[in-house]
């Protein structure tokens, strides 16, 4: 019968002996048995765990390249876990562009509207449509550019849904300022392969975890 590993000490040397006892042995083998069902609940766990790691990691990463507050790209990341017996889950993260005055606190100043390390001079920052406040600027004004304003839509002035806002009487086009995100592109490979290490150094915890439970319920059974 095997007694586990074991050491052995001469007047030169040393010698340890690695091996599992008969215990040991009789666990491996009712653990084999129940492999599949704890190898899965184990995957299950780290793919989740891995998810939630990576959308941490995907909002700083992305916050800090964009200059957009943390919240506001956490928004646009949306987690679906493992389900069932498919062995997968998902992260979804929306790129269209974002509301500038989401990505941190907007101030109105004298010259304009500043959020974050954005500045846009001759802008007003106010509820025009829905429930929240933008930031807008009349697309006549000097300090109006296309380019200062991508992805937004711009109105032409026709149809009751056009854009054309009436203050003080006056009907005006305005274009909102909103924030491009297609520059987070290249970051998807690389948090890509992050999370493939991650997800083995976790799944790696997991399967250890299930093995321990064995363990030390066979033993005290």
Request: aromatic residues 10%; hydrophobic residues 40%.
């Amino acid at each position: 019968m095997s007694i586990g590993s074991f050491y052995k000490t001469s007047a030169s040397s040393g010698m340890i002996a690695i091996q599992p006892s008969a215990a040991d042995i009789q666990a491996l083998t009712d653990f084999a048995k129940v492999v599949p069902k704890a190898a899965a609940a184990a995957q299950r766990r780290a793919i989740n765990k891995t998810l939630g790691w990576l959308r941490t990691h995907i909002a700083r990463a992305v916050g800090k390249q964009q200059g957009v507050a943390m919240r506001a790209v956490r928004q646009r990341l949306r987690s679906y876990p493992v389900k069932g017996n498919t062995g997968r889950g998902k992260l979804w993260f929306g790129i269209n562009p974002l509301e500038a005055a989401r990505t941190g606190r907007a101030r109105q100043t004298q010259s304009g509207v500043s959020v974050g390390r954005r500045r846009y001079q001759g802008a007003f920052y106010k509820r025009v449509y829905g429930g929240s406040a933008d930031i807008w600027i009349r697309t006549a004004s000097k300090h109006f550019s296309a380019g200062d304003y991508p992805a937004s839509d711009v109105s032409s002035g026709s149809g009751p849904s056009s854009g054309w806002i009436a203050e003080n009487g006056d009907r005006f086009p305005l274009a909102k300022a909103m924030v491009q995100l297609d520059d987070v592109r290249p970051l998807f490979e690389e948090w890509t392969r992050r999370a493939d290490q991650r997800l083995l150094e976790i799944l790696n915890q997991e399967l250890n975890f299930e093995l321990q439970k064995f363990l030390r319920g066979n033993a005290r059974g």
